[in-house]
DNA sequence: CGCCGAGTTGAACTGAATCAAGAAACGTGG
DNA sequence: CCACGTTTCTTGATTCAGTTCAACTCGGCG
């Protein structure tokens, strides 16, 4: 738990009783590659913390390819964050690419923790406030910038992304085709 | 304050006293049509609660044509969220389009109201959730639907916008030029 | 009445999708 | 550790949705 709290404690203060009750709700979970943290149709029942490893949401398409939408590292919160809140059925697959560990709180602990905690209100306002900040920043790029700029900026930002994570899902997360993207990297080289 | 008490008792309970406090902060503003909220370069300092009127965000491009990309409505909160979060210069306008009641709450009293209340940040995380969740749904709809398709989503979910906002507007918003938005009226009428 | 911004329509152009085929990389079993 | 098959990536040719540039129409308003 020492590394949330380290996250937690760069923004926020809190007492050590509720640390304590906010902290003890949490499960560490593992995860080999390319295993499936969540699958589409079931409704997320978890706020995650992502101890170590990469994350992929997408959504299956009709056609057999797959809609990537979302990668989550190392330090991250991460969840299907809408099925959560809603508590509806989750439209997409969540999968790991690489071995990953996770800290789990449930849905109905964290509702609890939210009733007795200041704590707890915080650390759901903040893990809004990342998620809805990155959202932000993808839309604005959907807008206004090419699929190469696109793939230039995720260069810049994301380096190791590079290495680890196939160009097809690379592609879609930047809203193209796997050979569209081959041609951008022709181009640019 | 009873558009706003209203809006919250759905999904919160709360203490009368957390209320007084909560609610006490708040100030009420009115903006004439076509003013604006807030400018470029300005750092926003407010979550505002909007009583009634239409809003828009828009970035001015170099071309001379403007980039919208939110409209928001009677009963929403709205803010340059990003802009207030990060507490950094907003990259975008905010204007009005019909006359305008806001009802707002600043920066500093947010975060005293933070520390002190669970009230105050049930608020602030089901703000962060629901704007979380409408870029949710934009993201995934740039992604997977078709230019006609976004409109007919568009018509479906705010039929009362396409009475309201010039077309330029909407074309905008859906991530076309007025030219295209218009063939796509006349394809499908 | 004449102007002006908003919307429409047309023609040429462009970035990316699609379809298709080959090359490279990857992993699995022998 | 190599051989084979499968998946991933690249490259080419064609098609298509949407852009751009330009001209024209319409409705409101001084």
Same mark, same amino acid.
């Given at each position: 738990?020492?590394?949330?709290?380290?996250?937690?404690?760069?923004?926020?203060?809190?007492?050590?009783?509720?640390?304590?009750?906010?902290?003890?709700?949490?499960?560490?979970?593992?995860?080999?590659?390319?295993?499936?943290?969540? &699958?589409? =149709?079931?409704?997320?029942?978890?706020?995650? #913390?992502?101890? %170590?490893?990469?994350?992929?949401?997408?959504?299956?398409? *009709?056609?057999?390819?797959?809609?990537?939408?979302?990668?989550?590292?190392?330090?991250?919160?991460?969840?299907?964050?809408?099925?959560?809140?809603?508590?509806?059925?989750?439209?997409?697959?969540?999968?790991?690419?690489?071995?990953?560990?996770?800290?789990?709180?449930?849905?109905?602990?964290?509702?609890?923790?939210?009733?007795?905690?200041?704590?707890?209100? &915080?650390? =759901?306002?903040?893990?809004?406030?990342?998620? #809805?900040?990155? %959202?932000?920043?993808?839309?604005?790029?959907?807008?206004? *910038?090419?699929?190469?700029?696109?793939?230039?900026?995720?260069?810049?930002?994301?380096?190791?992304?590079?290495?680890?994570?196939?160009?097809?899902?690379?592609?879609?997360?930047?809203?193209?085709?796997?050979?569209?993207?081959?041609?951008?990297?022709?181009?640019?080289?």
């Amino acid at each position: 738990m020492e590394f949330i709290r380290k996250f937690l404690e760069q923004s926020v203060t809190f007492t050590e009783e509720d640390w304590k009750l906010f902290s003890g709700k949490w499960r560490q979970q593992e995860f080999a590659k390319k295993s499936f943290i969540l &699958k589409a =149709g079931i409704t997320e029942n978890y706020l995650s #913390f992502i101890e %170590k490893g990469i994350v992929r949401f997408y959504i299956p398409k *009709d056609d057999g390819s797959e809609l990537t939408f979302v990668f989550a590292f190392d330090g991250w919160f991460m969840s299907a964050y809408d099925s959560f809140l809603t508590q509806t059925p989750c439209p997409y697959h969540v999968e790991t690419l690489t071995d990953t560990i996770l800290w789990r709180l449930s849905y109905a602990d964290l509702q609890n923790v939210y009733s007795a905690t200041i704590l707890g209100n &915080k650390i =759901g306002r903040m893990a809004s406030e990342q998620l #809805f900040l990155m %959202k932000t920043k993808r839309e604005l790029s959907f807008m206004q *910038d090419s699929a190469q700029q696109r793939y230039l900026n995720l260069l810049a930002e994301q380096p190791h992304l590079i290495q680890n994570i196939p160009l097809q899902y690379l592609a879609s997360y930047i809203g193209i085709t796997p050979q569209a993207l081959s041609r951008i990297r022709k181009r640019i080289s």
